[in-house]
């Protein structure tokens, strides 16, 4: 099982030090990702329709995870970095691949893409994009990031993206992992049918159905399911012990990764959240 923390960036806000102190700290501990999530714009929920239901508003501190995990690679040695999930459709296709293929490339190949749809209209109208056609744009991107990484020359006409005859350099040496999130049937589907895995944002209890639904998939779509990797974000409302018996319940599922969030726990200093980071790795003899 690969251990993760989440980045706190509520509690946290734009604290350049407490950034540098989380990642290392936890990469001394033995943790083998950092999570973080991502939004462009924070916006007002009051007034809207249709109405804006996600968790954050335009109160709630985000970094850019490229800039973020670019700053980062420099400070850690092993540490993989995770989008958890990044929006890719309300962002160019090409560009994203640029950005993901430097990142892998300075980095040493320690970036894994979590890729999603989102569910803020607000930041799909301020950056140009539609927010009707998320889901068909998203699988459109994932096939064209793929040819970009991996072709010199890319010639490429689809619905959403058009590439003539141009490509990435410096291109990453490795295959950059895609992953999925989402809480949807089709976005299920379509993570069995384009991810190499995908990241749950809810309990071990509400993840058991989806997660045997998606295995279910694999084996319609051919794929082996046990190739298909499976996280879970852990929220620290529990003790640090717990995190032992809900790996031992993931892992029994097929699961392949999970993530520690202290996000949401009302820790006041960065060193509340270490702490709580350091007891879990103990908790489960990584310190």
């Known amino acids: 099982m690969r251990l993760g923390a989440v980045y706190p960036q509520n509690e946290l806000g734009g ?38 239901t996600g968790p954050y508003t335009e109160h709630d501190p985000f970094h850019d995870p490229f800039v973020l995990f670019s700053y980062l690679a420099g400070r850690t040695e092993r540490l993989e970095f995770v989008t958890g999930i990044l929006i890719a459709p309300q962002r160019q296709t090409a560009l994203i691949a640029k950005q993901v293929a430097d990142l892998a490339v300075l980095s040493g190949n320690r970036f894994r893409l979590g890729v999603g749809n989102g569910w803020n209209h607000v930041e799909y109208d301020a950056l140009g994009e539609d927010f009707h056609t998320r889901g068909a744009r998203l699988s459109e991107q994932v096939e064209l990031m793929r040819r970009l990484w991996t072709e010199p020359v890319v010639e490429f006409e689809g619905r959403f993206d058009r590439v003539d005859r141009a490509g990435i350099l410096p291109r990453p040496d490795q295959p950059v992992p895609i992953w999925f999130g989402a809480a949807s049937e089709p976005g299920f589907r379509r993570a069995v049918r384009l991810g190499d895995g995908f990241i749950f944002a809810t309990t071990l209890q509400q993840s058991r159905k989806p ?15 046990t190739t298909f990797g499976g996280e879970l974000a852990f929220p620290a409302s ?12 993931w892992t029994a599922l097929g699961g392949t990764h999970i993530s520690v969030k202290t996000l949401g726990a009302r820790f006041t200093s960065v060193d509340q959240h270490i702490d709580y980071f350091a007891a879990v790795a103990q908790a489960l003899g990584r310190a």
Do not use: F, N, S
Not at 22 to 46: M, P, T
């Open 15 to 52: 604290d350049p030090d407490a950034v540098r102190r989380i990642a290392q700290a936890v990469e001394e501990l033995g943790y083998d990702h950092l999570l973080a999530y991502d939004h462009v714009l924070g916006a007002v929920h009051e007034g809207r329709t249709p109405p804006l």
């Open 211 to 225: 997660w045997a639904r998606m295995q279910a998939m694999l084996e319609e779509e051919g794929r082996d399911p």
């Open 238 to 249: 529990e003790a640090p012990h717990a995190i032992v018996e809900e790996i031992e319940g």
